[in-house]
């Protein structure tokens, strides 16, 4: 069965620091990247997504993901966190023929203190 | 404004007191999904629904019963809730199945079963 893995479950960072949260999936076959992002008390919101082209995707508030096909990875980075970067981060995969069938990770709690 | 929309946003409730928890989304969305949160588990799906009338279990479907009778709406329903159904919930909603998309999520039901 397809899953997830998101390997850091909580990270405290300092701002300015740079920021690397893994990812994980296990499925062999076209997949659908996602990064997810819940500030506290919120919804989720989209970050960034891959469906195909350039490996290096660029989201919003200055993330960005690698997709590393050979490693079944999808890590999120970020040069230098903020205070406001608080939150938790899902990443999600689906398949390319199931696109709506969203498989997510257990979450990465991020704290960030000034 | 587009968006998925959830009542009540909290609720407590006793075992065995049918519940039905409504979702809205005014996207003309075709895909509907409910989740569930709960700590170090990530997001589960619980159902889902590709179109009017078109229903399908998701990961964690026992205790739920949903519907699709109208496009914008997809309510959860929990016919007997128990204590282990407490968890944090989000409706979702995406455009047509077969295109690349990302998922809305509402902004979450918390929901105590004492």
């Known amino acids: 069965a397809q899953s997830v893995s998101q390997h850091n479950h909580h990270v405290i960072l300092s701002e300015a620091a740079s920021l690397e949260l893994g990812c994980n999936y296990s499925?062999?076959?076209?997949?659908?990247l996602f990064w997810y992002v819940q500030y506290p008390g919120q919804h989720l919101q989209l970050l960034l997504k891959y469906f195909s082209g350039d490996p290096l995707v660029k989201g919003i508030k200055g993330f960005e993901a690698e997709f590393i096909k050979s490693k079944f990875s999808f890590n999120l980075r970020k040069p230098s966190v903020q205070w406001s970067d608080t939150a938790e981060y899902f990443c999600a995969v689906s398949q390319s023929y199931n696109t709506d069938k969203l498989i997510f990770g257990t979450g990465t709690r991020l704290q960030v203190f000034p | 404004e587009a968006q998925v929309t959830q009542n009540p946003r909290y609720l407590i409730t006793v075992t065995g007191k049918k519940l039905t928890v409504t979702c809205s989304q005014n996207?003309?969305?075709?895909?509907m999904s409910w989740y569930r949160q709960d700590p170090g588990l990530g997001l589960r799906q619980i159902y889902y629904?590709?179109?009017?009338?078109?229903?399908d279990k998701g990961d964690v479907p026992e205790g739920y019963k949903v519907s699709r009778k109208e496009k914008r709406n997809f309510p959860l329903i929990l016919e007997s809730p128990s204590p282990n159904q407490t968890s944090l919930y989000f409706c979702?909603?995406?455009?047509?199945?077969?295109?690349?998309?990302?998922?809305?999520f509402g902004p979450g039901t918390r929901l105590t079963v004492l």
């Open positions: 979702a909603s995406s455009p047509s199945l077969g295109e690349i998309n990302e998922q809305f």
């Open positions: 629904s590709m179109n009017v009338e078109v229903t």
């Open positions: 996207m003309n969305h075709e895909y």
């Open positions: 499925y062999g076959g076209t997949v659908n």
